[in-house]
T-cell receptor, first 114, second 112 residues
Framework: DVKVTQSSRYLVKRTGEKVFLECVQDMDHENMFWYRQDPGLGLRLIYFSYDVKMKEKGDIPEGYSVSREKKERFSLILESASTNQTSMYLC?????????????FGEGSRLTVL | DQQVKQNSPSLSVQEGRISILNCDYTNSMFDYFLWYKKYPAEGPTFLISISSIKDKNEDGRFTVFLNKSAKHLSLHIVPSQPGDSAVYFCAASAGNFNKFYFGSGTKLNVKP
């Protein structure tokens, strides 16, 4: 069974803290993604990676960075968390030659920044 | 501004009847469309897709219709079942299959 695991389901951080969100997939997928989900706005792409050490900006990369040192792991980093980064963060992966648009999502990490 | 819009935040349907979920888009370059389903406390899961060269795609109880001139797509679920109760997201892509634009979702409630 395919699995995308996000390290934390719930996090509470303070403004200015550095935050790491970790994601691991066990499906040997080439592509990995980070989205955030906000009410009324749907899912918005922050960054994606199509290979180890490769990354591309999505629609809302400001305030975020990513790291992909191993194929199975994709990390989202908030260098200095702000209250407007309070959100649900969803990691996903896909096969390069898989069904078009078929992403496999993790359960999400709900981040609250105080 | 959102390029993919789902104007109905929620929909309630009786079990056995048809559910119709709607999605509008503004970007005429979009050429591939998806529907995802999301249960509470789970990540979204892929449901069905359609390319712009088609106007209909069917998979069991689920059918997606695409009206390019109206920039509108819809998802029909027939017959609806209580297990279909979930949030449904539509998404669209303009040639880059790593970059999909998602709508805000419609919460479907199928009443027994």
């Amino acid at each position: 069974d395919v699995k995308v695991t996000q390290s934390s389901r719930y996090l509470v951080k303070r403004t200015g803290e550095k935050v790491f969100l970790e994601c691991v997939q066990d499906m040997d997928h080439e592509n990995m993604f980070w989205y955030r989900q906000d009410p009324g706005l749907g899912l918005r792409l922050i960054y994606f990676s199509y290979d180890v050490k490769m990354k591309e900006k999505g629609d809302i990369p400001e305030g975020y960075s990513v790291s992909r040192e191993k194929k199975e792991r994709f990390s989202l980093i908030l260098e200095s968390a702000s209250t407007n980064q309070t959100s649900m963060y969803l990691c996903a992966s896909s096969l390069r030659q898989g069904r078009v648009g078929e992403l496999f999502f993790g359960e999400g990490s709900r981040l609250t920044v105080l | 501004d959102q390029q993919v819009k789902q104007n109905s935040p929620s929909l309630s349907v009786q079990e056995g009847r048809i559910s119709i979920l709607n999605c509008d888009y503004t970007n005429s370059m979009f050429d591939y469309f998806l529907w995802y389903k999301k249960y509470p406390a789970e990540g979204p899961t892929f449901l069905i897709s359609i390319s712009s060269i088609k106007d209909k795609n069917e998979d069991g109880r689920f059918t997606v219709f695409l009206n390019k001139s109206a920039k509108h797509l819809s998802l029909h679920i027939v017959p609806s079942q209580p297990g279909d109760s979930a949030v449904y997201f539509c998404a669209a892509s303009a040639g880059n299959f790593n970059k999909f634009y998602f709508g805000s979702g419609t919460k479907l409630n199928v009443k027994p």
